[in-house]
């Protein structure tokens, strides 16, 4: 914390508890003196603030300097107002206790300025959200509507309060300011109508008349003087150097709209201040003793701006009504009578505006919910004062004073030493001045100068001021704090007139001027200005001014009575808080910065009590409380309090633990009967600092246990959803399986029963089940179809009886399909060898033996040997076959000559066009014969290789049909046919001999045998041909 400030703080003490010499005065304002003049103008008495108006602006109010004293202890900082607000406000977040911070000292001192700094402090820490934010500026500018309405410039403070307030800052929970309250107290009303020379009415009169646009202006019929006005003129002292009223007028008018003022209140306030600005222009003429108005201009304007008749006024300005048990007699008003109804009603209708403000301030700053507020109150009263001629206001505003300081005493210093007795601590008593006497010879029932003032109002017969002398005169002669004129002696009469009283108050004698104590106490208002008001339109009179008032019979309470009453309850709300101290000295008298006038100073000092509270404290505790409340406080801090104290032990002996466990030393603390005192203040901040330290281990603690509490009772709640919704499942899925197996149930019984009526006509018993051993057979079938055509044996035998019919129909058409399957895969070559074989099968079969085991031989288009193959390549293939014929069939055949049967070798080959019939050794062309000369090939039914090739007769020089043997007979006829695709070619002959014609004509015999030996063909004896066959 070594800032600057607190560089520059090492001046003086900053507590005079510390001071070597509490005894000396002078000494005690030495030190104030000297840290003045640093401009340090905070001291401690202990918790007590003591500021000294620099009369000038310091730069230690900005927002560093807030931030500085924010949650800082005390005494870890300079003082200053910011630490005290900062401590009340902890002391209430941290005990949850109300608070509140009474501001004395005498007019000019500084109180309003330590009250606006205090609620400066309480903004700047909140936060800005949305309703915080709202009440806070609430807060803020509630000040500049109240100044400019209650305040006004007098001799001694040019923004002089003149009325008191408290105002309750309400605050959430969690510390937010959420709203306030008001509470006001006497309006020195008698401004209104008259000021003392060098003063001036309340602001607001000169704002208006200074700020308003020319319009506005008009509208109220005002001119910008404000000597043009009998209510404004009096002091002389309408235009103040430091005071700019006009801009004072725009930031009142904005304050008001924050305050949420309607614009037509608005309009409403400033009418009403313009009819109290014409009606103290109100003269009034003498007609016989009745009063007459000089010039009806004033009561007309009034009547436009209050918006009611010209007559209700001037009627209730000259007239009174008075309704005595029933007989009511108007008479008129003398002129004097007139100019005090006037003031009257001036006071009054001001007086009302006011109290209406405060009214529509506080619904302003209404919190919005019903919420449970903790709440700090700050107390700045008007202070002690002393006029020339002092009156009524200065005698109420005095006994204010007086009951502030009572309260103070008996907070600080007689409640202080009662209660070290009390508790058994030793002490030596020390001596102050207890201003009760002062407050009793105010305020004491049937004996005090209230009591009196108020019996010589309410008596019947004549009473006046000088009766109210003469009673107290009487009756307080022996009070040692009342002098008047009467009881002095001759040198004192000098200083006191025959029409005076004076009172010895703690701050200082005070003379009262008798006159108008009566009336202002009475404070009456003749009915006629009631009713009239009451008649007017404008929205704040007929509020204030109400119907009910005019028939109420109850007499109000005299105005001190009142004042009384209201300080007995203001005592009780703030005995009912924990207080702070802020006592404001007044450097000088002439309101000037760097001026102390230790004169002036010393009298303060002597009246507040300073020297006093300064001894009480350094001998006494800064600090006590009962032991429950310390131990149930910081029991956390001590093992053996924490979390319960040990069974029978009382909480003084917990606290005694705790005071041991905290190393609190010998002198630090005392052991009173029921509570615990403690010296200084640091002790009890380094506790405090501990608990909050040990606060947030244990709020942890509690979060964490909140927070696995919490979670397990959200996992709780979803595990019995889970629950549910698991059942909900389950049974949904049992309902599922359920019906499921009712629908199984079913189907197997239907597969029971089509199983029985399997064999039946298809009907609804069996038709499932056939359709599903329909399915089965095909899906099996689909199995184990055969592969290929080659394993076409392979198909199933077995199928249900239901589908054998569909069985062989598949089987065919699997077959087909399986051939086609073939086909399409077959090579042309293969396709062609088929063909052939088709071919062959249409030629032979059942028409020539062994063709049969043939069949599965295939055909080929090459039989020869190797070489014969060499040398048939190379002559006739190469050579003697002409190119554009293609070779299609070639093989070994033995020929026959047809003379004498000889068999010669020879090679048959077929080309596409011709038969060729070559030498088989060199494969020379023996015949060739065009297939169109072909007129017959002759063969036996026998299994033989004989063929017997017809050749026509013009071919002579093929010597005749040629007889062959071939062992590939079918095939290489096969060939034969295919090629020259004249299947009438082939004779297939069935008989046991065949002619063959010759050269010549001749013919040759060829027998075919079957009964001979050994196959073959040969010569016979006969000269045939003779061929043996199977
Ligand atoms: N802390 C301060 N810093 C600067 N100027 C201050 C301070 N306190 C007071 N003043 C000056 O002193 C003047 C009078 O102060 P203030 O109005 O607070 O007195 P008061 O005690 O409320 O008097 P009254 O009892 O007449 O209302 C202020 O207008 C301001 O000029
Ligand atoms: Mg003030």
Known sequence: MESDLAQRDVIGVQDAVLL??????????????????????????GPVLISVNPYKELSTYDAGTVEKYRNVNFYEVPPHVFAVSDTALRAMRGEHADQCILISGESGSGKTEASKKILQFIAAISHNQKIVGSVKEKLLQSNPVLEAFGNAKTNRNNNSSRFGKYMDTEFSSIGEPVGGHILNY?????????????????????????????????NLQLTRDPSNYFYTKQGESSKVRQI????????????????????????????????ILHLGNVNFGDNNGRATLDSKNEVNTMAKLLDCSFDSIENALLNKT??????????????????????????????????WLVRKLNESLTKAENQKTLVVGILDIYGFEIFEKNSFEQFCINYCNEKLQQLFIELTLKSEQEEYLREGIQWEPIKYFDNKIIVDLVEEKHKGIIAIMDEECLRPGESSDRTFLAKMNKNLTFHPHFISHEKCDNKGRKTIDRDEFRVLHYAGEVTYNVNGFLDKNNDLLFRDLKEAMSNAK??????????????????????????????????????????????????????VPNKFNRDIVSHQVKYLGLMENLRVRRAGFAYRRPYEGFLNRYK?????????????????????????????GKDDYRMGKTKIFIRLPRTLFETEDAFQKRKNELLAKIQAIWKGRAQRKKYLKIRARIIQVQAKVRKFLAKRRAQKRRWAVAVIRGFIQGFIARNETPSDANKRFLQFVRFQYLLRLSKQLPKSVLEKDKWPERCPKSCEDAHSTLRLLHLRWLVRCYFKNLSPERKKMFELKVLAEKIFDGKKNGYTQTITVWFKTNRLSNEQNTVFKANFENGIKPPNENLIYVCPVVKYDRHGYKPRERILALTDSALYLLDAKDAKTKHRLNFKQ?????????????????????????????????????????????????????????????????????????????????????????????????
């Not at 309006?187 to 308003?212: P, T």
Request: glycine fraction near 6%.
């Open 186 to 218: 006497l309006l020195e009303k008698s401004r209104v109508v008259y000021q003392a020379k060098g003063e001036r009415n309340f602001h607001i009169f000169y704002q208006l008349l200074a700020g308003a646009d020319d319009a506005l202006l008009a």
């Open 244 to 275: 700019d009223d006009a801009a004072d007028f725009k930031l009142v008018n904005a304050a008001m709209k924050v305050m949420d003022l309607e614009e037509a209140e608005i309009g409403a306030i400033f009418r009403i201040i313009a009819t």
């Open 20 to 45: 070597e010499d509490i005894h000396s005065e002078s000494i005690f304002i030495d030190n104030l003196e000297k840290r003045f003049k640093e401009n340090l103008i905070y001291t401690y008495i």
């Open 636 to 664: 956390a801090l001590c093992p053996a309090t924490w979390p319960h104290l040990k069974q029978g032990m009382t909480p003084k002996e917990g606290v005694q633990l705790l005071a041991n466990h905290l190393k609190y």
């Open 934 to 1030: 072909l007129v017959r090939v002759r063969i036996t039914k026998m299994k033989d290789g004989l063929v017997l090739v017809n050749i026509p007769e013009e071919l002579k020089k093929d010597k005749g049909d040629l007889i062959l043997s071939c062992d590939f007979v079918f095939e290489a006829l096969t060939y034969l046919i295919d090629i020259s695709k004249n299947p009438e070619l082939l004779a297939i002959e069935d008989t046991s001999s065949i002619t063959h014609r010759m050269i010549d004509g001749k013919e040759g015999i060829i027998e075919v045998t079957t009964n001979g030996g050994a196959t073959g063909i040969m010569k016979g004896k006969n000269g045939h041909l003779i061929v043996v066959s199977q």
């Open 322 to 355: 008075i309704d005595a048990r029933g007989d009511v007699v108007t008479s008129p008003l003398t002129r004097d009578e007139a100019l005090y109804a006037r003031d009257a009603l001036a006071k009054a209708i001001y007086g009302r505006l006011f109290d």
């Open 538 to 591: 404008n929205i704040i009179a007929k509020e204030t001014f109400t119907k009910s008032e005019l028939t109420s019979k109850k007499r109000p309470d005299t105005a001190a009575s009142q004042f009384k009453n209201s300080l007995g309850q203001l005592s009780v709300i703030l005995k009912s808080k924990e207080p702070s101290y802020i006592r404001c000295i007044k450097p000088n008298d002439d309101q």
